[in-house]
């Protein structure tokens, strides 16, 4: 389950705003179908902090209705308040998921101490936990040795590492007696060179049996071939972070069909240019995209 390449998926609106069900569950079909290892609902790219708690519930009952155990689902339960997390992370295995992805605590800034008797806390609900380590989001960068500490904790079953420090990540590791992936897809190579085995991934909402393809090249050791595909997926890689997340692959996705680009605010519509070079490199790569694209 924590291994591979596992897709953040995002979270598909109608034009009112509210969820977009029928499409989730025809997201989901296709990552089936293009062979991803793993499913994480209302993650960061899946604006979770946009959705309300009866929201996010419903996702994890209808993906998991969606998946009919063909895939593991992974509920994003963490949040910067204990109790709600632990209250999460219980709906979410009462709806039947298989894990669930949880965020150091953000905002409040709490001490290592702090976050790890927050961990320990939700570990006693017994869902299998991937901690996520985002210093940039949550403002505190934990040090290695509190994130092995709360790794020996029943129930966490893998680190998510999001700091975009590949010194940190190396010796993260090294050391961790759990399986350690990466949350940045620019560092999806450097990162399973190091021993990761495997990445939560933005770009795979768009490309889910390229990255896939990517990803079992590294973990196979295949480096020249894992080399040349990755050169040439990276262009379209560097373009989702072009802005805040998820606004660039949002908009890619409303350019292949596959979603609306509606979005809760704060967030918003990539500016045109940013629009046109995600347009440029979803072309480049010969995917299929909406001829009104060049309107642009």
């Not at 295995?93 to 806390?121: I, M, N, W």
């Not at 759990?178 to 399973?192: A, E, Q, R, S, Y």
Request: hydrophobic share 40%; aromatic share 6%.
């Amino acid at each position: 389950m924590f291994k591979g390449t596992l897709v953040a998926l995002v979270t598909p609106f109608t034009a009112e705003n509210e969820v977009d069900f029928e499409t989730l569950c025809a997201l989901i079909e296709w990552h089936i179908a293009s062979g991803t290892d793993a499913i994480v609902l209302c993650g960061t790219t899946g604006e979770a902090p946009t959705l309300s708690e009866e929201e996010q519930i419903s996702i994890f009952k209808e993906g998991v209705l969606a998946a009919g155990g063909r895939i593991p689902i992974i509920a994003g339960t963490g949040t910067y308040n204990t109790s709600d997390s632990i209250e999460m992370t219980r709906a979410a295995k009462d709806v039947g998921v298989d894990g669930a992805l949880v965020v150091v605590p953000y905002y409040s800034r709490p001490t290592p101490e702090g976050c790890f008797q927050h961990y320990q806390a939700i570990a006693q609900v017994g869902l299998p936990m991937m901690i996520y380590h985002h210093s940039g989001r949550a403002g505190i960068k934990l040090p290695v040795k509190t994130l092995l500490r709360i790794a020996e904790l029943p129930y966490v079953a893998a680190i998510k590492d999001s700091t975009g420090d590949l010194d940190y990540a190396t010796e993260l590791i090294q050391q961790s007696p759990v399986p350690v992936l990466t949350g940045d897809d620019p560092l999806i190579l450097p990162t399973l060179a190091a021993g990761g085995v495997g990445v939560v991934s933005v770009v795979a909402n768009l490309i889910p049996q390229e990255w896939k393809q990517l990803t079992t090249l590294l973990l196979d050791e295949r480096w020249k071939e894992a080399r040349e595909l990755f050169s040439r997926l990276y262009p379209l890689v560097k373009a989702m972070f072009l802005e805040t997340n998820p606004q660039c692959v949002k908009y890619a996705m409303s350019v292949l069909g596959k979603c609306s680009s509606d979005m809760r605010l704060p967030l918003i519509q990539p500016q045109d240019d940013v629009k046109r070079q995600i347009a440029a490199e979803l072309s480049k790569i010969c995917l299929i995209y909406r001829n009104n694209v060049n309107e642009l």
